[in-house]
Nanobody, 123 residues
Framework: VHMAESGGGSVESGGSLRLSCAAS????????MGWFRQAPGKGREAVAG???????SYTDSVKGRFTISRDEDKRTISLQLNSLKPEDTAMFYC??????????????????WGKGTQVTVSS
């Protein structure tokens, strides 16, 4: 299983970025997938993912600003980041969990991780 993120960068407060994650090596539609982030000195937190019923789930701090999407044909998941704030600065990771009944994924339930892409938001 291989997952690779791209699209991070440095933007000013209020700016936007689009993160992408290319996945390979597993049946794309059967795993729980989501996006996580880790800020310096903090633990890894779930940002967005899909629940078992297919609905999108977001952590409260990003609701209305971030949007998760997926392309089954291209085997990619994406995260659109709008209205970015300095507190969004973090390394962002995509991850997948084998247990399709345990969605959206958590840091503990995710089995496969990308190496991350850095998002830096300046004020």
């Amino acid at each position: 299983v291989h997952m690779a993120e791209s699209g991070g960068g440095s933007v000013e407060s209020g700016g936007s970025l689009r993160l992408s994650c290319a996945a390979s090596g597993y049946t794309f539609s059967t795993y729980c997938m989501g996006w996580f982030r880790q800020a310096p000195g903090k633990g890894r937190e779930a940002v967005a993912g899909w629940a078992s019923d297919g609905s999108a789930s977001y952590t409260d701090s990003v609701k209305g600003r971030f949007t998760i999407s997926r392309d089954e044909d291209k085997r990619t998941i994406s995260l659109q980041l709008n209205s970015l704030k300095p507190e969004d600065t973090a390394m962002f990771y995509c991850a997948a969990g084998r247990n399709s009944s345990n969605c959206p994924p958590t840091p503990q339930s995710s089995n496969y991780w990308g190496k991350g892409t850095q998002v830096t938001v300046s004020s």
